[in-house]
């Protein structure tokens, strides 16, 4: 007699945190099964770290088949379910496709770059939801300085030189943190002032963090917008509240208040939207959402759960809503439905999703961070400290290699080399698939 099968799609935070549950926990008493892209689960809140030269790209990719004993991967990303019949479909890496049964499935595949109806930014603008994204930004930055430096032309070496992030919520702001410090880094090594001692203070580079809210980081506590926004401006980063673009070409961006800022870089981190999936799979939804009720299930299909920011999970901490996308939300969810899967083959007893939120951390780079931990404000090289420990915490590996770039970073200046490795046209904003790079089609050119 075959064993019943779980089938998860997704291996962001809920959806590893729940394969590695039922590991634990079935011990072989069921097969799972973990449909992804890749052959890694992206530690995302480190991501920064990567575009700006702190990080090895390794260092933040936890290896699955490494760290999920008894969970059978299947590389490729799924682009149709019939509840029905308990199969989907899915596409591999090289184009091939296959199927799935299922006896239970878990939907966990997460958020992709939120667009709005903005004049050329999907053109021009980059988005910060996975690896290729980085890869590309590192470069991108990196390019920009370099070519920045030999320039005749001071107008063209003044664009190059400004950044400008849209969203100021928690990406958007550590971007724009960990940006300004890699640039400067930069600036120094490409130094050409007469005299060589570094670049002229009009020479510095200039990052530009812009958002429509009154404030840096909207959806967190006050003291930790208040925090960042002293970082930041003392470090040298154009603040702008209540703005935003109105429209985005390749020479620059023009904002709403009819100021033109000339610039070759548009990193857009205004916030995530559900996988397109989530909307292909015709179930019900809310705000873009598949419904589900507080053990996860969707509603009408028992053997049927979803989580994380693919999922409208009722926050019983505040009846009527429901919970925010956030990572500290996801991996708790991911818990918590593993264990009703496997309560519904015997393994305990399922139980209802709910957590308060035990505060949150923001890494500022170099040694400043805001956070509040227990809702403990903090602020500084303390802060920054808390933040980096929770971090290493939280990975389920590559702790020590972490620890090490930290230690590296530290002591040593950035590395600019250029990789090379992602082009502008394979990251494209408008994607749903941030999480892979895009390839020409066969028989293309670029």
Known sequence: MSRSRIVIVGAGFAGYQAARTLSRTLRGAAEIVLVNPNDYFLYLP????VASGVLEPRRVSVSLAGTLPRVRLVLGEVDGIDFDGRRLRYTDPEGGAGELEYDRLLLTVGSVNKLLPIPGVAEHAHGFRGMPEAL??????????????????????????????VGAGYTGTEVAAHGKLFTDSLARQHGRTEDR???RDDRRPRWMLLDIAPRVLPELDERLAKTAHRVLTKRGVDV??????????SEGVLLDNGEFIATRSLIWCVGVRPDPLVQDVGLETDRG???????????????????GDAAAVPDLTQP??????????????????????????GYGSPRPYKHHDLGFTVDLGGIQGAANPLHVPLSGPLANLVTRGYHLASMPGNRIRVLADWMLDAVLPRQAAQLGLVRSWSVPLESSSPEVAKVPAPGGRR
């Open 240 to 249: 702008r509240t209540e703005m935003s673009v109105k429209e985005a070409t």
């Open 320 to 345: 009527g809503e429901i919970t925010p996308m956030t990572a500290q939300h996801a991996v708790r969810q991911g818990k918590v439905a593993g264990r009703n899967i496997a309560a519904s083959f």
């Open 136 to 165: 590309y930004l590192r470069d991108h930055i990196s390019r920009q300085i370099a070519m920045a430096a030999t320039s005749d032309d001071p107008e063209e070496a003044e664009a190059r030189r400004t950044f400008v992030v």
């Open 46 to 49: 480190l991501l920064p770290e």
């Open 197 to 199: 001692s570094g670049p």
């Open 289 to 307: 959402r598949l419904v589900v009720d507080e053990h996860l299930r969707v509603p009408g299909h028992p053997e049927v759960l979803a989580c």
